[in-house]
């Protein structure tokens, strides 16, 4: 059974940091694309950043660049996303994801976790 857990969320205040961390249980981590999503309330949730499995390609939405840094340690089968200078607009329900293997879809999906940005 495959299972990601998110951690980390939390509430903050407009230009603090957060850390949020993705464990990957029940599939092949290091051959999977992992990725992080958000939901915002009223809106659809949308991409984030992604990470391929070997880590060599990293994707981000324009809305992060600069801000939000995607990695991940395989040994740990753990993904993080690093999100600094929080915005108020940042705030959202994030969710990892994970590709299956040789799969091009986002397969699998965390509960999520609630960030919070206060202005």
């Known amino acids: 059974q495959v299972q990601l857990v998110e951690s980390g969320g939390g509430l903050v205040q407009a230009g603090d940091s957060l850390r949020l961390s993705c464990v990957v249980s029940?599939?092949?981590?290091?051959?999977?694309?992992v990725g992080w999503f958000r939901q915002a309330p009223g809106n659809e949730r949308e991409f984030v950043a992604s990470m391929s499995r070997g880590g060599a390609k990293t994707y981000a939405t324009n809305a992060i660049k600069g801000r939000f840094t995607i990695s991940r340690d395989n040994a740990k089968n753990t993904a993080y996303l690093q999100m600094n200078i929080l915005r108020p607009e940042d705030t959202a329900v994030y969710f990892c994801?994970?590709?299956?293997?040789?799969?091009?879809?986002?397969?699998?999906w965390g509960q999520g976790t609630q960030v919070t940005v206060s202005s």
């Open positions: 029940g599939l092949p981590f290091s051959s999977s694309s």
């Open positions: 994801a994970a590709q299956g293997f040789m799969s091009t879809k986002w397969d699998y």
